[in-house]
């Protein structure tokens, strides 16, 4: 009888880095757990070429004690941080960034967020953008197109957005 893992997702590498060294960061939290395999989605890789990606595979971290050390290294190296999260690890990325101050925060079809906390990002500052509305039937998984076009509005990637056919999603 072959043996099956109990919780999949929580197999892997807890943090996964690609991308340019050096250049502005993108840390993701997922929920999902997508990156398992040492990649960041197929879909976020054009965004490779002028930022380092930093994808927290929330069901494989216990903490989140190495994104704090990322987020230290940027701080020292002066790289602006940019943050992604999607549904239930919206809560945890924005308790993150309130101890953590990136340069702007994308929430994603984010589940229960104190709008507080929100409010005091942003008036700290932080750039707050939301993709996705409350009721809609299915969540977007962060390798969504609607959210790599959002990534690419959010980091200043000028016509990015266009190759997925804008922020409505679909190919032109």
Do not use: N
């Amino acid at each position: 009888m072959a043996e099956y893992e109990t919780r999949p997702r929580e197999v892997g590498p807890t943090l996964v880095t690609a991308g340019l060294a050096g250049a502005p960061a993108i840390m993701v939290f997922d929920p999902d757990g997508l990156a398992k395999h040492e990649d960041v989605p197929a879909s976020w890789h054009h965004l490779l070429w002028q930022h380092q990606v930093l994808w927290c595979r929330l069901p494989a971290m216990d903490t989140l004690t190495e994104a704090t050390q990322k987020v230290h290294e940027l701080a020292a190296a002066r790289l602006p941080l940019d943050v992604v999260a999607g549904g239930t690890g919206a809560a945890i990325a924005v308790d993150f960034c309130e101890s953590h101050p990136p340069r702007s925060l994308l929430l994603v079809d984010p589940g229960t967020v104190p709008a507080e906390s929100v409010t005091r990002l942003s008036d700290g500052g932080v750039r707050v953008s939301v993709v996705g509305d409350e009721g809609e039937p299915e969540p977007r998984t962060l390798g969504h197109p609607d959210v790599v076009a959002a990534v690419a509005d959010l980091t200043g990637q000028p016509g990015e957005s266009s190759e997925f056919g804008g922020a409505g999603g679909g190919l032109p």
